[in-house]
């Protein structure tokens, strides 16, 4: 079996060169990444009672599935985790080498799927940031990543709800409206609600720890974390 959807990693291998413009194709993300950095940062600190000050994540081991171009593997090895980003794309993984090569990182990047990888450690922590709305079978995908977690560690998964409301916003808002994503960035089939992640998860021993919506501020012009799932969703779930 496969997770790789080739139609989607085609779609992102096109706009490969965007990723660390902050003006470009991925300035959504870029508006994206503060709240994500700091709710990843502070529970990953929680949970592993880490005290390092200058390096908060020293120690700690992450796997950053669909990393992209690097948005968040970079800020996660400043922060002194040990990173490992794979993506499907290989024109993703050239730009996040060159990007962080400029950025004096040290992050082993690999072009793969999680199912494909051939690692012989597990790792403290799995980023699935805004990915399983863009995988081939998510059931497959997460069974994929779960055999990649160490136990007690924590998987993240940040995506979009299946609602009505998702539809209007996510696709039509986002893509047809504002303009801040192209056109066919996403498919509203492929969303998935809250209610099937954790079940999906389940099944391979991972369970829901906590989960949080975030929403988009027009006034403040950033996201922060809300308890309205129904359109964009974070979950932190650990493995038993």
Same mark, same amino acid.
């Given at each position: 079996?496969?997770?790789? *959807? ?26 994206? #990444? &503060? ?11 929680? *949970?592993? !009672? ?7 994540? =020293? ?13 968040? +593997? ?16 290989? =024109? *993703?993984? =050239?730009?996040?080498? @060159?990007?962080?090569? !400029? ?5 082993? %990047?690999?072009?793969? +799927?999680?199912? !494909? ?12 940031? $805004?990915?399983?709305?863009?995988? $081939?079978?998510?059931?497959? /995908? @997460?069974?994929?990543? +779960? ?19 998702? %539809? ?20 509203? $089939?492929? /969303?998935? #609600? &809250? ?15 906590? @989960?949080?919506?975030?929403? /988009? ?15 964009? %969703? ?7």
């Amino acid at each position: 079996m496969n997770s790789i *959807n080739k139609k989607e990693i085609e779609k992102f291998s096109k706009i490969a060169s965007e990723w660390w413009n902050p003006e470009g194709k991925f300035k959504p993300l870029h508006k994206f #990444n &503060p709240v994500r950095i700091k709710y990843i940062k502070q529970n990953i600190i929680n *949970n592993f !009672k880490l005290k390092n000050k200058i390096k908060p994540l =020293k120690g700690i081991s992450i796997l950053d599935i669909g990393c992209g171009g690097g948005l968040l +593997s970079e800020p996660m090895a400043r922060m002194g985790a040990r990173v490992t980003g794979i993506d499907a794309s290989d =024109k *993703n993984i =050239k730009i996040a080498k @060159l990007h962080s090569r !400029k950025s004096k990182l040290k992050i082993n %990047y690999i072009c793969s +799927s999680p199912e !494909k990888l051939k690692l012989q450690s597990k790792f403290d922590v799995i980023l699935n940031m $805004e990915i399983v709305e863009h995988v $081939e079978d998510v059931d497959f /995908f @997460l069974k994929s990543c +779960s055999k990649l977690l160490k136990k007690n560690g924590i998987m993240f998964v940040a995506t979009i709800n299946k609602t009505l409301k998702s %539809y209007v916003f996510a696709i039509v808002g986002a893509e047809y409206v504002l303009r801040w994503l192209p056109i066919g960035t996403h498919e509203w $089939e492929k /969303f998935v #609600n &809250p209610e099937d992640l954790k079940k999906i998860l389940t099944k391979y021993n991972i369970y829901i720890d906590k @989960l949080d919506g975030m929403k /988009f501020d027009i006034l403040k012009d950033e996201w922060n974390i809300s308890q309205d799932l129904s359109v964009n %969703y974070i979950g932190k779930f650990i493995k038993n």
